[in-house]
C-alpha cells in the first residue's frame, strides 16, 4: 500500500481516500504553462471505476 493520500473517489485505484497504486505519474495540467501550486498538476495515473 502506498502512502498516497488522494481523495479522487471517481478513481479506480482510490480505496478510502488512499492511493492504491504501486506507482504514479503527475504532470503538469497545462502544456507551456509555469506550474505555480498543486492546482497546476494532475494525476496521469487515474482510471475510472468500472460501473457495475
Ligand atoms: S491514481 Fe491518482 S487519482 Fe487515482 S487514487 Fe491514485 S493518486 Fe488519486
Redesign the pocket.
Known amino acids: 500500500m502506498s502512502d ?1 493520500k ?1 481523495r ?1 473517489e471517481e ?4 480505496n478510502s481516500e488512499i ?3 504501486s506507482t ?1 505519474e503527475v504532470k503538469s495540467r497545462f502544456r507551456d504553462h509555469i506550474v505555480s501550486n498543486s492546482d497546476g498538476t494532475a ?1 496521469e ?3 475510472p471505476k468500472v460501473k457495475k
Open positions: 498516497i488522494c479522487v478513481c479506480f485505484y482510490n492511493c492504491q497504486a504514479i494525476c495515473t487515474f482510471a
